[in-house]
């Protein structure tokens, strides 16, 4: 919708997705610490999960305004702007679902800290992909639209995927069949 009707550009999906990830990344360390396991283990998977984690992060941020010249459009996060504003909303989603689920049901009881920690990793991966193949398409064929349309096919699946195992609806469903 934001780049068909509101004009976006590509490189502006393509942050909004990254800031999502980083969001998700730093709420996950909250969580992670209220995993089951001891607080040294959990303390350090916390630095590990933000090392590696934020070092993909940092290196997609890298490629999104070398590969989709996104340099402007990142500032924009500093400055102000219809970014800023999607990613706070994003920020105050992503923290009220985490207060409501992981602990207000206390989803956190049955998970350990390596679980949690990979968690947003899915995340990730479409990333990459989108960044390799969608680049590599985009710049190839000159149109960047392609990379936002593969973004959104794989984000779709993975979010369905992601929020199924992370609030144990795919376990109530196989159990269900069992």
């Known amino acids: 919708f934001g780049v068909f009707v509101l004009d976006w550009s590509v490189a502006s999906i393509l942050i909004l997705y990254w800031t999502e990830s980083v969001i998700l990344g730093v709420l996950n360390i909250p969580k992670i610490l209220a995993t089951k396991d001891s607080l040294g283990g959990k303390i350090f998977i916390c630095v590990f999960f933000a090392i ?19 340099r402007a459009e990142f500032q924009t996060l500093l400055t102000g702007g219809p970014l800023l504003i999607a990613s706070l909303t994003f ?3 992503h923290f009220v679902s985490m207060m409501v689920n992981y602990f207000g049901k206390k989803e956190y009881e049955g998970r ?9 990793y899915g995340r990730i991966i479409i990333m990459h992909v989108v ?5 590599a398409l985009a710049m190839l064929l000159g149109a960047p639209v392609i990379a936002v349309l593969f973004l959104i096919a794989l984000k779709t699946v993975i ?4 929020h199924g195992a992370e609030h144990g609806k795919w376990l109530e469903v196989q159990q269900m069949k069992d």
């Open 131 to 135: 960044i390799l193949i969608g680049g």
């Open 112 to 120: 350990d800290a390596n679980t949690q920690m990979f968690m947003p």
């Open 159 to 162: 979010d369905l995927l992601s």
């Open 52 to 70: 590696h984690f934020g070092g993909f992060c940092a290196g997609h941020a890298f490629f999104i305004a070398d590969i989709f010249k996104a």
């Open 91 to 93: 920020f105050v989603s």
